[in-house]
């Protein structure tokens, strides 16, 4: 079934869209959150309907987690123990699965092990992966991103995916764009033959490919040509634009994203409050791991001796006051100066106040992940509010970039609207 | 070729690089848009021509399209066209349901023989993807009996039920 967009409402380059993908119906701007381990599925499912967190209608999984928490093992767990919870997430949040193909160009054993697992996976793929990462130039061999296109595609659907994302290795420059634009024209097309929504999907690192211009008006283009849904982007290799030219061609091709069709949703993959301030831009979903780690790559993996590190004792807290993801320490000493109590008044940030310096680990970790879609899902309203309004630069993120003591991810708001 | 306009396909080494279950669901979108761009009717020779699929795939998957409704074949002496099976009239009869495990898509057509409500069966495989698996071309103006005798089915079918529980 294909995904259509109505656009509802427009402030500047913000707007609210009504999402369809079957029978699932959600309005944007949205949360989606990204959902890495059991705990995290429970947390949401749970926080869902007890916070009435409307505005969280996305969830995404990565592909080498949907394994675990949503493929055919779970699904008969559940049968058995009687907790039907992935039926729940199914029925009411659009699904995305991320294929994180990246990790097959990377040089990260323990993710690329992780593919190895699928019974499933075409033998020339698996040959491939068990002798080294897959290089530069098998990624040109068409066999391979033929397999790896069809595998994944079906691999997402079989998870339940409602919007199936082309593979997409890593964009650092014109060689890899023009590849990814070959795959998704074929993911597209693939599409298009199975009757599913055709998303285009830009796995994008940012330090790279917003220095030339070459390739914004590439992406451009190629999306001006294909019927795609959906457009779902990936940054990675650091968030933020920094230097004025990656500035001012991060705006260009967010201003003619908007110019391209308004009908489109455009969907941005594993971040943090950069996804949010992005809400602004013209963004309308974006993604965010509920525990605050963004990079992947901090996994607990083997070590020499085969002992597993162990992820830290503390996790990351988003502090909706500067939006950004504070360690436990500093945490700490923040709710000591602010007279014991958190930052934040969310009922569940209220309610571990008076015993907040003595908490376990344990006590700590389910608090401040539930907290996380209470938060935005508060922001987003706030949001949209303001763009019913016309009045996107009230919101709070606005608010907040205009304040001379804001954290840097705020100033790329306050740039664009100086 | 004008009918090849707007047909996203498949180069040939792509083509061939595909599994067998997906270079079957390949040819037969490819050809249901061809169908539908082209005015005229298409023979299964310059389907070949223009896609480069072996005629006997081509012909059998107009033959599936043919009997499930989605085109329909006309015979010119020696020679057999096929057409899509008209364009849908309104869009409001272009309506989606799911009963069960089958999914129903009803549209109002027109053809060289009349309207229709066309009713297409969609069957669901395990990976999601829907493809049409039969269908029921009825005149618009037999539809009021059509679901006459549907409703007479039911009827009898009821009054059967109640005898046979007033039975036990």
């Given at each position: 079934?294909?995904?259509?967009?109505?656009?509802?409402?427009?402030?500047?380059?913000?707007?609210?869209?009504?999402?369809?993908v079957?029978?699932?119906?959600?309005?944007?701007?949205?949360?989606?959150a990204?959902?890495?381990?059991?705990?995290?599925?429970?947390?949401?499912?749970?926080?869902?309907?007890?916070?009435?967190?409307?505005?969280?209608?996305?969830?995404?999984?990565s592909?080498?987690?949907?394994?675990?928490?949503?493929?055919q093992?779970?699904?008969?767990?559940?049968m058995?123990?009687?907790?039907?919870r992935?039926?729940?997430?199914?029925?009411?949040?659009?699904?995305?699965?991320?294929?994180?193909?990246?990790y097959?160009s990377?040089?990260?054993?323990?993710?690329?092990?992780?593919?190895?697992?699928?019974?499933n996976?075409?033998?020339?793929?698996r040959?491939?992966?068990?002798?080294d990462?897959?290089?530069?130039?098998?990624?040109?061999?068409?066999e391979?991103?033929?397999k790896?296109?069809?595998?994944?595609?079906n691999q997402?659907?079989?998870?339940?995916?409602?919007?199936?994302?082309?593979?997409?290795?890593s964009?650092?420059?014109?060689?890899?764009?023009?590849?990814?634009?070959?795959?998704?024209?074929?993911?597209?097309?693939?599409?298009?033959?199975?009757?599913w929504?055709?998303?285009?999907y830009?796995?994008?690192?940012?330090?790279?490919?917003?220095?030339?211009?070459?390739?914004?008006?590439?992406?451009?283009?190629?999306?001006?040509?294909?019927?795609?849904?959906?457009?779902?982007?990936?940054f990675?290799?650091?968030l933020?634009?920094k230097?004025?030219?990656?500035?001012?061609?991060?705006?260009?091709?967010f201003s003619?994203?908007?110019?391209?069709?308004?009908?489109?949703?455009?969907?941005?993959?594993?971040?943090?409050?950069?996804?949010?301030?992005?809400?602004?831009?013209?963004?309308?979903i974006?993604?965010?791991p509920?525990?605050g780690?963004?990079?992947?790559?901090?996994?607990?993996?083997?070590?020499?001796d085969?002992i597993?590190?162990?992820?830290?004792?503390?996790?990351?807290?988003?502090?909706?006051?500067?939006?950004r993801w504070?360690k436990?320490?500093?945490?700490?000493?923040?709710?000591?100066?602010?007279g014991?109590?958190?930052?934040?008044?969310?009922?569940?940030?209220?309610?571990?106040?008076?015993?907040?310096?003595?908490?376990?680990?344990?006590?700590?970790?389910?608090?401040?992940?539930?907290?996380?879609?209470?938060c935005?899902?508060?922001?987003?309203?706030?949001?949209?509010?303001?763009i019913?309004?016309?009045?996107?630069?009230?919101?709070?993120?606005?608010k907040?970039?205009?304040?001379?003591?804001?954290?840097s991810?705020?100033?790329?708001?306050?740039?664009?609207?100086? | 070729?004008?009918?090849?306009?707007?047909?996203?396909?498949?180069?040939?080494?792509?083509?061939?690089?595909?599994?067998?279950?997906?270079?079957g669901?390949?040819?037969?979108?490819?050809i249901?848009?061809?169908?539908?761009?082209?005015?005229?009717g298409?023979?299964?020779?310059?389907?070949?021509?223009?896609?480069?699929?072996?005629?006997?795939?081509?012909?059998?998957?107009l033959?599936?399209?043919?009997?499930t409704?989605?085109?329909?074949?006309?015979t010119?002496g020696?020679?057999?066209?096929?057409?899509?099976?008209?364009?849908t009239?309104?869009?409001?009869l272009?309506?989606?349901?799911?009963l069960g495990?089958?999914?129903?898509?009803?549209?109002?057509?027109?053809?060289?023989?009349?309207?229709?409500?066309?009713i297409?069966?969609?069957?669901?495989?395990?990976?999601?993807?829907?493809?049409?698996?039969?269908?029921?071309?009825?005149?618009?103006?037999?539809?009021p009996?059509?679901?006459?005798?549907?409703?007479?089915?039911?009827?009898?079918?009821?009054?059967?039920?109640?005898?046979?529980?007033?039975?036990?």
């Amino acid at each position: 079934m294909r995904a259509t967009t109505e656009l509802i409402r427009e402030s500047g380059l913000a707007s609210i869209k009504r999402l369809s993908v079957g029978s699932k119906v959600i309005t944007t701007p949205s949360y989606s959150a990204e959902i890495r381990n059991w705990n995290d599925l429970r947390i949401i499912e749970r926080a869902k309907p007890n916070h009435r967190l409307d505005n969280v209608g996305v969830v995404s999984v990565s592909v080498l987690d949907a394994k675990t928490i949503l493929g055919q093992q779970a699904r008969t767990l559940m049968m058995f123990t009687g907790t039907e919870r992935e039926n729940k997430i199914r029925s009411d949040s659009i699904i995305l699965i991320d294929p994180s193909m990246e990790y097959f160009s990377h040089n990260v054993e323990s993710e690329r092990e992780r593919f190895l697992t699928f019974d499933n996976l075409p033998s020339f793929l698996r040959n491939s992966l068990y002798q080294d990462r897959i290089s530069e130039s098998d990624l040109s061999n068409e066999e391979l991103s033929m397999k790896c296109m069809e595998w994944s595609m079906n691999q997402q659907m079989k998870y339940g995916a409602d919007l199936p994302l082309p593979p997409c290795f890593s964009i650092t420059g014109m060689k890899s764009l023009a590849r990814a634009l070959e795959m998704n024209r074929r993911s597209q097309t693939y599409a298009k033959d199975n009757g599913w929504s055709r998303c285009a999907y830009f796995n994008i690192d940012s330090m790279k490919i917003f220095q030339s211009e070459e390739c914004v008006s590439s992406m451009i283009t190629a999306l001006n040509v294909w019927e795609a849904d959906v457009i779902v982007l990936k940054f990675r290799g650091g968030l933020m634009p920094k230097e004025p030219i990656e500035m001012a061609n991060y705006f260009t091709f967010f201003s003619k994203l908007n110019e391209l069709d308004s009908r489109k949703t455009v969907i941005l993959l594993n971040t943090d409050s950069f996804g949010y301030i992005n809400l602004g831009l013209g963004v309308d979903i974006f993604s965010e791991p509920m525990n605050g780690l963004i990079d992947k790559d901090v996994r607990p993996r083997p070590s020499r001796d085969g002992i597993r590190d162990p992820y830290p004792t503390y996790g990351k807290y988003l502090n909706p006051l500067d939006l950004r993801w504070w360690k436990f320490s500093q945490l700490r000493s923040l709710f000591i100066n602010n007279g014991n109590r958190l930052p934040c008044n969310c009922p569940i940030c209220r309610s571990i106040n008076p015993r907040f310096l003595a908490i376990s680990p344990n006590d700590w970790n389910i608090p401040r992940r539930e907290h996380c879609p209470i938060c935005r899902n508060e922001q987003i309203s706030e949001l949209l509010v303001n763009i019913h309004d016309s009045n996107v630069k009230g919101a709070m993120f606005a608010k907040l970039a205009s304040n001379e003591m804001s954290s840097s991810p705020l100033n790329i708001y306050k740039c664009w609207f100086s | 070729m004008k009918e090849t306009d707007g047909v996203m396909r498949f180069s040939e080494d792509e083509y061939k690089r595909l599994s067998a279950s997906a270079q079957g669901k390949h040819i037969n979108r490819v050809i249901r848009d061809m169908l539908k761009n082209s005015k005229n009717g298409l023979t299964v020779p310059q389907i070949h021509k223009l896609t480069q699929h072996s005629k006997d795939a081509i012909e059998k998957h107009l033959t599936e399209l043919v009997a499930t409704n989605f085109a329909y074949k006309v015979t010119f002496g020696r020679t057999n066209v096929y057409y899509a099976n008209g364009k849908t009239l309104h869009s409001f009869l272009e309506k989606d349901m799911s009963l069960g495990d089958k999914h129903f898509s009803f549209h109002f057509i027109k053809n060289p023989s009349g309207e229709f409500i066309y009713i297409q069966e969609k069957k669901k495989d395990s990976i999601g993807a829907l493809s049409p698996s039969g269908g029921l071309l009825i005149k618009e103006d037999l539809f009021p009996l059509f679901i006459n005798l549907l409703q007479d089915v039911n009827n009898e079918l009821l009054n059967f039920k109640t005898s046979v529980n007033g039975g036990i």
